[in-house]
């Protein structure tokens, strides 16, 4: 393993040439899904998800090798690893124990000396006492009013996994209390947010490792100052979910409680610790938080245990690793033709994009060509009216559909052309999937539909909190397995700290700016210089027929106006 | 223009050989984005709209090239024809009159003989008035309450545009009216705004051209049942956006009012028409709306009358394609740094993916590859902690960013780090796209940054509704300027049409499924018989570990649930 490198692998030739033979050869999509056993021997059901590859353009001999090439990586020994506690994360030094935060498992699990377990549960303990404080009223804001809204600040990992189980689930938000996600620093996010909560009834919930993150610790300062200027004590309506020690977790009344999260759980996978767990407990109810960790907990031990052949991660990262390097597609799409899923798709953006978009390998030598792809994505049939026309007519890339067999809502809607909606979307999900894969012939170039495009298709049988910790466990392992395959760490983000200190010098003569207003940005580059100009002056720079013209209409945060929200 | 085939062109090969000169010579936009002069000469401002492509891999021989790529393709004569009325929408013979729905000329443009510019005008003052109506109490829903809620029923174009437009203005959404969109077949969609709306305050307004889309047709007949089922009048809580004498345009009881769309504009250039004017006059008030046609206008005439050279639109289009054609980029990316324009790349994914996601040209021959590119987006500075990994490390795409210079809301906000969140947000806007360009040597691989990594930027003065109408029209005008590069129909979709066939197949045999329990599903296809059986017994197929062992949550949609809401 240690001396694993992908591109030299003796997989790697065998794929090229896999790849050469269909691509050359009268191989299409459309003879191959109609074989009889096509469906049932390239589909896999595990962990409570279905999974199916039939569409896709691999087959027997192609496998195979994937799976040989699996074997070469030792991809199923390093995710055991990883679960074990060992230091996966070389390039920082640190384990990956995003799987020891759902698992219910009683056997201690040591790092550093340490049974890391009991942390876990004394965090999941906490939430549980302090959410049910929230719901039954115990616990109120600095005017005693019971709380309403709950705001999630933090941005990245502390927000988008969050995002995307919330929304996933907010059919069964019935705890009365709404949940906002104040991510960015920008005026904009505070002030819709600002107008629409009362903030006597706000928990905000300050979300960032380090406690130094500068988009929440900007809005962390707004907010003190939003609140302290309202009569009200932030303090009595602040939680944090920070690292032990971290500046957030202070005490001595700076907030309400702070929730610890470990060095050892990356923002990107961090959803089913404190992190998921103290908004989705205060929104969803601790219960159900609880079984979403069930979910996630079932997916890792299918993951854990099944074979390569029946592995479901395994089987989807190597049929993305297939289409990525060797079918060399350039993107990829995620169709969940479900609604509530529709922040699957910029969760799974985040996940996969920051592990696995990177040009150096876990021994840091420079791979032959960057690893990941870019991923994207909105809910069927929705997809199908926007950008689907290309999907099936422009420059093809892989799909992967998800459906969802029992939804969330039971009401009796009647049957529209002889069908429910909920058959008529499944009519939509599996007509879109079988157009991309057999395409159609047509005299008219303009109707031609050259099929051969690859797709998968993801079931669920429902929409509970469990499907939902399934899914999202199933994304965080194809993900990690991808990055094994690649051979990257798919738990460091060096690719973000250029810009991290390119804002830092920018901020420095803004500052500087706002300081002395006299001053020219004489020593900034001609690059931006420009930019620092219009943006102070408030002003288009006129290199061409008119400014804007605009009368602006500004919008003000009063009282009155946060009362109306 | 004629006989023009973009791949045949003079100018594509030679455009052809600058990109191997980029690609081979030691171009990189480290040295030349710092020339003194490259900003102010790789700008430009007009009807509003500053746009700075100076950090893209183009110099003045490239520009000059493409500038006359452009008047080989005649695109300026193409899109003033266009606005003349002439039937540029060869296939299917019609014009493309997007930009009359927003003239305030009074010059006549004739189709057909008949002045449509009166038409538009009395579309306009029916809205006006219909609007004001709602606003002031006037109209009532069946039980004599004011409409409260607004729901648009429509989807693709009948409802991105709309939606990005609504969110951009969220802000100024001072008419006590909450807006909803129910665009999928999907009970979920249904059932999460059922339980959000008072019904008896909700009025729907129903989006169809053709008053046959199935997922609108279908949530209309659900929408009759579920009002009905309430004691509630349905045709008293329904307006319909749809052509004349369409199915939807009855009258004589059946919706409040039938406002007219008309065949010469296509859904996803249809925001400017009753499509979106409808809803945003009732969720902004009809003013906002006019001056959100207003900015649409100013854009159009910058595009109609400034020269090539000068042209927002026209270079946009000429530096994309160079990206996805010649420079070989596989997708790009829209990043606001504002959150209002959350939406901005859902619609333009539509907008241009579906007007240029295409094999073939006007004339109907196959072009050597396939036009447009895959476009995708989330608002910064989230995704620079979401994707902008792979955005600096892994495979390179062109990214345009867009600023404000002056945010929606005014409050005392203070200072962080010396900046304000304003502040801040830019400098994390001009920090992403110079760490981009310029790049970063580094002795350890991991956070060694090519850079040479293109992008754009696109600054609005401010968020006025005027300055959405600015960025609608501008990325029509881009849309339309790059088909016109590529030599295809940007009006037409036929790929879309497929998958509605094969969905129609598979409705009928769950259709005759719902009818006689007993059919087993013997004619269809091995492909997807698996999936009926999954989805008609509710269980995942069992092909491997375990099924989910969920007990299902269900949510009823009962009064009152839906009181709570």
Chains 1, 2 share one sequence.
Not at 392 to 410: D, R, S, T
């Amino acid at each position: 393993m240690a001396d694993y490198r992908f591109d030299q692998s003796k997989g790697y030739g065998k794929l090229v040439d896999q790849a050469k033979r269909i691509n050359e050869s009268a191989f299409h999509l459309r003879s191959l899904v109609m074989e009889k056993n096509r469906c049932t021997d390239f589909s896999i059901s595990g962990g409570g998800i279905f999974f199916d590859y039939s569409r896709q353009r691999v087959d027997r001999a192609i496998m195979d090798l994937l799976f040989d090439l699996a074997h070469e990586a030792d991809v199923i020994t390093q995710f055991s690893r990883m679960n074990a506690g060992e230091k996966v994360n070389v390039s920082e030094n640190r384990e990956a124990l995003h799987m020891a935060a759902r698992s219910f498992s009683t056997v201690p699990l040591m790092v550093d000396g340490r049974d890391v377990r009991k942390d876990f549960r004394g965090v999941l303990d906490q939430i549980q006492t302090f959410s049910t404080r929230v719901h039954d009223g115990t616990l109120t804001g600095s005017t005693g009013k019971p709380f309403t809204h709950a705001v999630v600040v933090g941005i990245g990992g502390s927000y988008l996994g969050t995002e995307f189980v919330a929304k996933a689930l907010e059919a069964f938000a019935d705890q009365s209390i709404s949940l906002d996600f104040l991510a960015n620093v920008d005026i904009h996010n505070f002030g819709a947010i600002g107008s629409r909560i009362d903030p006597e009834k706000t928990l905000w919930i300050i979300i960032s490792k380090s406690y130094t993150t500068v988009e929440t610790m900007a809005n962390e300062d707004l907010i003190r100052r939003f609140m302290a200027d309202r009569g009200l004590d932030p303090a009595r309506h602040m939680v944090t979910v920070t690292s032990k020690g971290s500046p957030g977790d202070q005490g001595g009344g700076r907030e309400l409680a702070a929730f610890h999260m470990f060095d050892f759980i990356g923002g990107r996978y961090s959803v089913t610790s404190a992190v998921g767990g103290v908004p989705l407990s205060i929104y969803l109810g601790y219960d159900r938080f609880e079984r979403f960790l069930k979910g996630a907990e079932a997916m890792d031990q299918h993951t854990l245990s099944a074979p390569p052949e029946k592995n479901l991660p395994l089987i989807a990262a190597l049929v993305s690793v297939w289409n990525t390097r060797f079918m060399r597609y350039p993107q990829s799409a995620i169709i969940p033709y479900a609604s509530p899923l529709c922040k699957l798709a910029p969760h799974v953006q985040q996940l996969n994009m920051e592990s696995n978009g990177k040009s150096v390998d876990m021994a840091g030598n420079f791979l032959s060509e960057p690893a990941g792809t870019v991923i994207f994505g909105e809910p069927g049939t929705n997809a199908q009216h926007s950008f689907f026309q290309l999907a099936h007519q422009g420059k093809p890339f892989p799909i992967e559909f998800i459906g969802v067999l029992n939804p969330q809502y039971q009401m009796d809607e009647g049957r529209f052309k002889g069908v429910t909606h909920q058959q008529e979307l499944w009519a939509n999900l599996l007509a879109q999937s079988t157009a991309l894969a057999t395409g159609k012939n047509d005299e008219n170039p303009a109707k031609w539909f050259s099929g051969n495009r690859p797709s998968s298709i993801l079931v669920l049988e429902s929409l509970e909190p469990e499907d939902v910790g399934r899914l999202l466990a199933f994304y965080e392992a194809k993900t990690i397995y991808e990055a094994f395959l690649w051979g990257n760490n798919p738990f460091d983000q060096f690719g973000v700290e250029l810009g991290k200190v390119t804002a830092g010098s920018l901020r420095k003569v803004m500052a500087q700016k706002n300081e002395n207003p006299g001053y020219a940005f004489d020593d900034v580059d001609p690059l931006n210089r420009p930019y620092l100009e219009m943006l102070f002056s408030g002003k288009l720079a006129e290199q061409g027929d008119a400014g804007s013209g605009n009368t602006p209409e500004k919008v003000q945060l009063t009282r009155e106006k946060e009362r109306r929200g």
